[in-house]
């Protein structure tokens, strides 16, 4: 036994000699590192930074935990932790010029937030550290940039976008100095005059200086002097990437008002997309306007390929009209943009001492954090056009201030903004309270909160100063989370019901079928003596990523006459699954226009059992007599697109049965129930409650046999209604199949009237 112990013994020491780092590796503070870098390598950084925290309290100068606590505040944004981690790095770093890189970049952070002294010292000592950096390796990373970054901050651009320059020189495959080498020459412009401009820039032979030059004639509405200059870059690049180029003469030419120009020089931005700094220099035009989702759903893209499409089906999305030849979102969004260059245009800093929010109502989504070209009026602006009302307040002891109004449209509420410049001038930031008299009382009209501040009392407006805050953070998190169309034009909306239905077609295809009716009552006073008028109908299938499937276009007459609606119907040939459909439809004359943009769903009917198609509502149904494009089969159905029902006439209502079963006989049975349940209407009065007065039903039901010498059979129903309520009901048609038990149903909705 002692033999044995021995030996065991013998073996272990021999083992630990050989192979010491064994033993290290399953000691508590290395399995600590490698939860916390797994932590970090998942962006879980509060759990990382905790596990970090653990190592740092039993050795405190541990330079892995160091290191990657300093990553961690790096990217929170914490700057001041962040130099506090990377000065004790420094301390115990053989070559401290990763903790040099890192500190150059926490001071030229911090140095923004101070007052004017305290500030040129955080950047003083920032540009120390990049200088070491420098002196050391002008490889390291892309301190080049970073360094550029802080002369752009001490408006230095001339020198800015030398660095910058420098750095793609040194390091090409980096890509955000190649997109932010354009916003350094933007602030250069931006911020001197022509002449100043003209003369540093013409200095240089590089592409994008004469890109500069074009910018500034650009921006000052020297647009010929500006295109010519764009057009001899298309022609001669040079080694420079043209969506800039392409993009700025979209600017140009929606400016003035030629669509079809600007837009085809945009969508060859898009086509044109070969990397990833391509991708970006398009990514900064719309950027303003991406939603949390979107954003994310473009950083996990990998190929131009991808990307491409992003931006095709971003804006597919979009658009009001699609099938139209121009993307009216599009030319709104430039509009805009072009709009807010000149008005609403900050590059300043945004401070907690220029924040009217001193206590941190707001919550910003990640897209608001893109915007570093425009104040919060102008990210508004881009976002959701022009308000239906704005104000503002002069005065004595009245701060500067503006308040923009947005009316609810369907699912959007009311929006009310509320802007200040505190303490620093042009720095338009949303403010969550307004409590100046004068303010409030201008204001009062617009919501009642404005009218109790104005009138409440010390103990009062505590409480109603919170309403107001909870308000103002709804509508900036709505606000900076949407975006939204606007014409230029008076558009003057027309009426377009309509309905879609699947039915089953050849080749395992599902005919999606769109009927719908024009209203003819506000096109009356442009028919006058005509009896018909042409209507532009534009229809466009995309699949459930907004990529087009197909596209139709075509221009139907409608003739004027008594009833109030034309009925129209349109079908396709799609293959099962889910789609967007859209549809616009604008008459010949006037400036009438209607459409609509809505989720579908087209039906699969290639199983061999039991299926129904969905249920067609009709305005009339009987013997088909001559051709029509209402026929089908012996039947001609006249669709009901409205879905709207007088108690009076029956409700015709037609659907299709598929694979019905046969009996030895060689007949189909199949019994058919239905059911309208009211899901609103007329309320009964108290009185009904025990009989006493009669105000129809609220539901029917009722079953009927039926026979068919075919395995798929055309049906229709004719209901009376006439002992119903009037209310919105949902109808409910189960099929069952006597042969071979199966059952099938499908539904929807109407609404009964008087």
């Not at 992003?310 to 099938?323: A, K, L, V």
Request: proline letters at 4%; charged letters at 25%; hydrophobic letters at 35%.
């Amino acid at each position: 036994m002692l033999k044995n112990s021995i030996k065991i013994l013998l073996v272990a020491i021999l083992w630990t000699s050989l192979f010491p780092n064994n033993l290290k590796s399953q000691s508590p503070s290395d399995s600590l590192l490698l939860r916390a870098q797994k932590y970090l390598s998942e962006k879980n950084y509060d759990s990382a930074k905790i596990c970090f925290q653990k190592i740092l309290k039993k050795n405190k100068s541990s330079m892995k935990a160091l290191e990657g606590l300093g990553k961690i505040y790096l990217k929170q944004e914490n700057w001041g932790e962040a130099k506090n981690v990377y000065k004790k790095l420094q301390k115990i770093e053989t070559n401290p010029i990763a903790s040099h890189y890192s500190l150059g970049i926490c001071y030229r952070e911090t140095g923004k937030f101070k007052a004017l002294i305290l500030r040129r010292l955080d950047w003083k000592k920032s540009k120390s550290y990049f200088e070491s950096v420098l002196a050391q390796d002008s490889l390291f990373k892309d301190v080049l940039f970073q360094y550029a970054k802080l002369m752009r901050y001490r408006k230095n651009y001339e020198e800015a976008i030398r660095l910058c320059r420098e750095q793609i020189r040194l390091k090409p495959e980096l890509t955000e100095p190649q997109v932010k080498l354009f916003r350094m020459y933007r602030y250069f412009v931006t911020h001197n005059s022509e002449k100043k401009v003209l003369k540093y820039l013409t200095n240089f032979s590089q592409p994008e200086a004469k890109f500069g030059i074009a910018e500034k004639f650009r921006r000052d509405g020297k647009f010929a002097a500006a295109d010519s200059i764009y057009q001899f870059l298309l022609k001669n690049p040079d080694g420079m990437w043209l969506q800039p180029v392409y993009l700025a003469l979209a600017r140009i030419y929606y400016h003035q008002g030629k669509s079809e120009e600007a837009q085809s020089f945009y969508w060859r931005a898009i086509d044109e997309i070969e990397n990833d700094i391509q991708a970006d220099l398009v990514f900064e035009d719309i950027k303003y306007i991406v939603t949390d989702e979107e954003l994310h759903r473009y950083q996990s893209l990998k190929s131009a390929k991808e990307k491409i499409d992003f931006f095709r089906t971003f804006w597919n999305r979009r658009d009001p009209m699609p099938g139209t030849e121009i993307n009216a979102r599009l030319a709104e969004h430039y509009r805009r943009i072009n709009y807010s260059e000149k008005n609403y245009e900050y590059d300043g800093f945004r401070t907690w001492f220029n924040n009217p929010d001193q206590l941190g109502y707001f919550n910003f989504n990640q897209a608001y954090d893109l915007n570093h070209e425009f104040h919060d009026k102008g990210l508004i602006y881009i976002r959701l056009g022009e308000a239906d009302e704005w104000a503002r307040t002069a005065g004595m002891n009245v701060p500067t201030n503006e308040s923009w109004l947005y009316y609810q449209r369907g699912n959007v509420p009311k929006m009310m903004f509320h802007f200040f410049t505190y303490n620093s001038p042009n720095a338009w930031r949303f403010s969550p309270v307004i409590e100046n008299p004068a303010i409030l009382e201008d204001r009062a009209s617009w919501d009642g909160i404005y009218f109790r501040m104005l009138r409440a009392n010390p103990l009062e407006r505590l409480a109603v100063k919170n309403q107001m805050a909870m308000a103002s953070k709804k509508s900036v998190s709505v606000g900076t989370s949407i975006d939204r169309h606007t014409w230029r034009k008076k558009i003057l909306p027309l009426h377009v019901p309509f309905s879609i239905s699947s039915f089953r077609s050849s080749s395992e295809k599902t005919r999606l079928e769109i009927d719908y009716a024009v209203s003819l009552e506000p096109l009356r006073k442009i028919f006058r003596e005509e009896n018909s008028m042409d209507i532009d109908v534009g229809i466009t299938i995309f699949d459930r990523d907004w990529h087009q499937i197909s596209q139709y276009k075509f221009v139907p007459q409608i003739t004027m006459s008594k009833n109030n609606f034309s009925v129209d119907l349109f079908s396709a040939e799609v293959i099962p699954g889910s789609y967007h459909v859209a549809m616009y439809l604008k008459p010949a004359k006037g400036n009438y226009l209607g459409g609509w943009k809505i989720p579908v769903s087209a039906k699969d009917f290639s199983s061999p059992a039991l299926a129904m198609s969905d249920i067609l509502f009709a305005e009339r149904i009987k013997p088909a007599r001559g051709k029509s494009k209402f026929n089908r089969g012996e039947l001609f159905v006249l669709p009901n697109p409205l879905k709207q029902f007088f108690r009076k006439k029956p409700m015709f209502i037609y659907f299709e049965l598929y694979n019905l079963k046969k009996d030895d006989k060689n007949v189909a049975h199949f019994e058919i129930e239905y059911s309208l349940e009211q899901l609103s209407g007329e309320k009964k009065k108290i009185g009904n409650l025990f009989g006493l007065l009669k105000k129809g039903k609220s539901r029917i039901s009722t079953t009927m046999t039926r026979e068919s010498l075919q395995c798929d059979s055309q049906e229709y129903l004719a209901i009376d209604v006439s002992h119903l309520q009037k209310g919105q009901y949902r109808l409910k048609v189960a099929i069952i199949d006597k042969n071979s038990g199966e059952q099938t149903s499908s539904s929807g909705t109407l609404v009964i009237v008087d």
